[in-house]
């Protein structure tokens, strides 16, 4: 069974909390605003436009019907398909939930099979793969409105580039994917943009661990795969 899931939150840091949930099953959605018990900053609201005020009378998570869908969900044969799944997956673990099932992460599956992009964010990729060709009658289809940010919205777009992905790989082999590091071939920014990783590692060792040692907040597969081509 696959679920395709979005959360939107009061921001990235450790602290922040789930705001609004979307879930897309078969030809059922699902959108809930969820309180997180805490203010949503300006900064926030300003990406995904859903305000304090909005909140005011939403549940929190454990008494929604977020809350009682997910855990019938939350089963091993389940396979929960999202855009940057550890992020929305740390958010349910905030609110008491582990996902028991299995997961296929779009972001991770996106940089592994095509390397050569020049981004990786689901509006990026919306553009790149040229869904937005296709998009305006399969979210007719399913009552949703192209909003980005929206969690409904970003869940359809998610589920458009696993459908992509379906065409690169197998779903065993996406499943896989998203539970190892993913061995990045090229640098995406600074000076060397663009660059094998490989090649800057025999060239300019000192860049790349320059960078290991300054960017704390870098991407994990992007460290993974520094750190292999500085050991050869």
Known sequence: MLIFFDTETTGLE??????AIGLIQGDETHYELIHPMKKIPPAASAIHHITNEMLKDAPVFGISQSYEKLTLLNIPETIMVSHNAPFD??????EGMAWQGKVIDTLKCSKALMDDLDGYSLQFLRYELRLYRDEGVIFDEYGI???????????????MIYEYLLDLSDQERLIEMSQSHVLLTRL??????????????????????????SLMDMDEDLRYSIEHHLRG
């Open 145 to 159: 409105e192209i909003v980005p940010h929206h969690p409904l919205s970003d869940a359809l777009h998610a589920k």
């Open 89 to 94: 997956l740390a958010m349910l673990q905030k």
């Open 188 to 213: 995406p920014f600074g000076k060397y943009a663009k660059r094998r990783i490989e090649e800057i590692a025999l060239k300019d060792p000192a860049y790349l661990r320059w960078m290991c040692e």
């Open 14 to 19: 450790v602290s922040d909390r789930l705001c």
